[in-house]
């Protein structure tokens, strides 16, 4: 089913279960947590091409973790639950398609968690420019450093570590 959200609309809330996985055709959405001081911490980004939702929740109906908005103005294509499974039986390539989607996902994830671990805050910063060029004209300097996992002001440092050495 088509969805548009504009700029800073909601798809999902904190708490609520969620019903959709959705396929954003256009714009940007983010996945954020928000911790008991009311900081928020961004999971994900996810750009034209690529789905989001809370997979826990979504695939077993709990409440969610996360609240998903969109970045931009945004046109999705929501997927239910029963609508995934009935494809999924119906359609071998859409069931290997998913199960495609999912393994990179956890590697993505995985790779993320190393990089938290064993990466300074300019090498994190550099490969997230690196493999989305586009990111720091469209996303917001506060968010890509929640992503990161810096500060707003660490982020500016690195940047300008950077800008000074090109």
Known sequence: MPKKLRKKQT???????????????????RSYAT????????????FEGWWISDLASFLQGSNSTHTIEAIEDSELLLLTYTAREDLMSKLPVFETYQRVLLQNA???????????????AEEKYLKLTSAYPDIIARVP???IASFLGLTPETL??????ISLRR
């Open 106 to 120: 956890f590697i993505a994830f995985q790779s993320r968690v190393n990089a938290a671990l064993n990466s300074s």
């Open 11 to 29: 798809l999902l809330l904190e708490g609520d279960v969620c019903t959709y996985n959705a396929f954003i055709e256009k714009g940007i959405l």
């Open 156 to 161: 500016s440092r690195v940047r300008k570590q």
């Open 141 to 143: 300097q506060h968010m």
């Open 35 to 46: 911790d008991e001081k009311g900081n928020e911490h961004v999971i994900q980004f996810a």
